[in-house]
């Protein structure tokens, strides 16, 4: 959505240049991430209906969610509520849809179950 973070800069820069570093594309010490997060599964959760997504302001990518945790409602195109959207499983909030027109089938949120 052309929005940038400090917070998530520094990380992504940090890991290009280790990468390159081992692979000898770039001068310096390797800098191993400390506690690195292994995604082995994700879950996904999507829409049924054709509408307007509307998600909980308590929710954003980089956030634990619980099982079943409230991500945010989908609405029909006169703000009546179609359906809930609720976390399919327990992890970090990967990827959480952020404009407001969502079709049957596409994907809300992407949740990883992480170790």
């Known amino acids: 959505m052309g929005l940038i973070e400090d917070r998530t800069i520094a990380p ?4 290009v240049l280790s990468v390159m570093r081992d692979l000898g594309m770039a001068p310096g010490e390797l800098t191993p991430t400390q506690n690195p997060l292994y995604v082995r599964e994700r879950a996904y959760a999507t829409s049924e209906h054709d509408g307007v997504w509307e998600p909980d302001p308590r929710v954003e990518a980089g ?6 945790a409230r991500l ?3 609405r029909d195109f006169h703000g009546n509520p179609l359906a809930e959207i609720r976390a399919p499983a327990a992890g970090m909030m ?3 849809l ?3 027109p969502v ?12 170790e």
């Open 63 to 68: 956030l634990y969610v619980a099982n079943g």
């Open 98 to 100: 952020g404009t407001p």
């Open 103 to 114: 079709n049957r089938g596409e994907t809300i949120a992407v949740i990883a179950r992480v």
């Open 12 to 15: 992504i820069v940090d890991g």
């Open 72 to 74: 945010g409602v989908v």
């Open 94 to 96: 990967l990827i959480l």
